[in-house]
């Protein structure tokens, strides 16, 4: 007699073909509407903001509701925020394109592990292809390399790591150490790396942080004497670490001159371009990332400035072989050696294991819409960030923190002589967002607060940042009054 199962699970039809070709084609329908309709000239909300406590009573209800799911995610669509809305203008994340989309539904279907070539056939080799596009664009020589990793943080952090096992006078990763070892990097850098300083046991001594001009770029004057500070203090400084761009105001390092204290110096030369790396592809902006193709490694966030969905990120290495010396792991049951090179086993030189394809969404963009797309769309958002500093600057009741390098505008409302500045620039975000047409950030910088704008919509046009000017002056105006 065949014993019945007591367990239900085969009856669910979790694999069905049918139900999911039915569904996944009123969900193309349904994302697909959500596009035109943000980008259409009609659409009104881009943050649909309610406090976390409505939120969070919200989907406590909705979970135990049986409804088709597609109900579901209509529900999700409407209670967030639309990035492809042109009249988002706040955090640094891209409006994606929406051939990455398709891409993601083929690598969550497939979910190939990637971190080894057994578990990755394809994706190891796009990998290898876009690295070295990547590369090439760059700048940096034939021997160059690496990886794809989840994120600018985790990036860094990698890279950080590269740069301890070539640098430091002891093998850490083997030996531990009770050297102190430090890295030089700019006041105004991405917290990140004062992240992985930690991680790495640095401390608060072993994160040096290097003062910023006028327009938030490292002094790089000022390296010799902090260099020499340090090592007074008996510390080893093994790294510098140079922005392209910061992420409060955009502001690039001179490259140049941190290459050329790196070099003198014999330290390793990281780049955090996780937001601004990619103008070294545009010929209008290069000259900000300037010596570029100097630095020891890259990070280069493919979620920020070249559409592409989160997370996404390469490390570049000049020399590939760095690359290899991050980690030193035995993993028999993944690859025989630990000490081979070979490219196609890309979790010997990552944290993750188990890899999303993330190349995949990357190298949709670049086959469907050309190789020169990041490029230009890099440089559209630049220009879009210059055209929205000029409308400031003509109207007399805003001031501008500083002239845009990147695509990151800062400014306040001033129209009245006032002590509360802060205050009334938070009081005015506040209102905006609860509105709810446009979405822009706020930041303070020594001391004092400003609205900031990340244009990051290619389609977010003059007649928004007009739109979005006169909404702030007449919040401004009714708060003020
Ligand atoms: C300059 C810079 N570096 C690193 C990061 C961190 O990147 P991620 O959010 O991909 O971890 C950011 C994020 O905004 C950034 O602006």
């Known amino acids: 007699m065949v014993e019945k199962s007591t367990n239900d699970f085969e009856k669910i039809n979790i694999f069905s073909a049918d139900e999911f070709r039915d569904m ?9 509407d959500y596009l035109a309709q943000a980008q259409s000239d009609t659409a009104q909300e881009t943050i649909p903001f309610i ?3 409505e939120q969070l009573a919200y989907w406590q209800a909705d979970f135990d509701i049986q409804e088709p799911l597609l109900d579901t995610y209509r ?35 497939l979910n190939n592990g990637v971190g080894v070539y057994e578990m990755g056939l394809a994706a190891n080799a796009i990998e290898k292809v876009l690295i070295d596009f990547m590369n090439q664009q760059i ?24 740069a301890r096992k070539v640098k430091a006078p002891t093998n850490v990763w083997t030996e531990g150490s009770n050297e102190k070892l430090a890295l030089m990097v700019s006041e105004a850098a991405h917290y990140c790396i004062d992240r992985a300083a930690r991680i790495m046991g640095l401390g608060d001594q072993g994160i040096i942080k290097i003062p910023t001009d006028n327009q938030y770029r490292m002094r790089t004057d000022l390296l010799p004497e902090y260099l020499a500070k340090a090592k007074a203090n008996g510390l080893t400084v093994f790294a510098i670490v140079g922005c392209s761009c910061t992420t409060s105001t955009g502001s690039f390092d001179d490259l140049s001159a941190i290459a050329e204290f790196a070099s003198k110096e014999n330290l390793w030369f990281h780049v955090d371009g996780a937001h601004g790396g990619g103008i070294a592809m545009s010929d209008k902006y290069k000259h900000y990332v300037a010596g570029i193709e100097r630095s020891d490694s890259i990070t280069i966030d493919y979620h920020k400035m070249m559409l592409t969905p989160s997370l996404v990120t390469s490390v570049l290495y000049r020399n590939a072989l760095d690359s290899f010396k991050t980690f030193a792991q035995k993993a028999e049951y993944l690859w025989e050696s630990s000490d081979s090179t070979e490219w196609y086993n890309s979790g010997k030189r990552t944290f993750e294991c188990t ?29 879009s960030a210059r055209l929205l500093a000029r409308l400031i600057n003509e109207r007399t009741s805003f001031e501008l923190l ?15 002589e006032t002590d509360n500045l802060n205050d009334i620039t938070d009081r005015i975000r506040t209102q905006l967002i609860e509105e709810g047409l446009f979405y822009i950030v706020s930041v303070v910088v020594d001391g004092q607060k400003y609205l900031r704008c990340s244009v990051m919509n290619p389609l977010t046009e003059e007649k928004h940042f007009v739109a979005l000017l006169d909404h702030l002056e007449r919040i401004g105006k009714a708060i003020l009054s």
């Open 355 to 383: 890899k999303n394809m993330m190349c995949l969404k990357v190298y949709s963009i670049l086959k469907a819409h050309g190789k020169n797309t990041f490029a230009k769309n890099n440089e559209h958002l630049f220009d």
């Open 402 to 416: 500083i002239k845009p390098q990147a695509n990151i505008v800062n400014f306040r409302y001033i129209a009245k």
């Open 24 to 32: 996944g084609h009123q969900m193309v329908d349904m994302l697909a």
């Open 51 to 53: 406090s976390p406590a």
């Open 139 to 162: 700048g940096y020589p034939a021997e160059a390399g690496g990886i794809f990793t989840s994120g600018g943080t985790l990036a860094n952090l990698t890279a950080l790591l590269t």
């Open 75 to 109: 529900h999700v669509l409407d209670r967030s925020i639309k990035l492809h809305n042109p009249r988002y203008i706040g955090h640094q994340v891209a409006a994606v394109a929406p051939v990455t989309s398709i891409a993601g539904m083929m690598s969550d279907i």
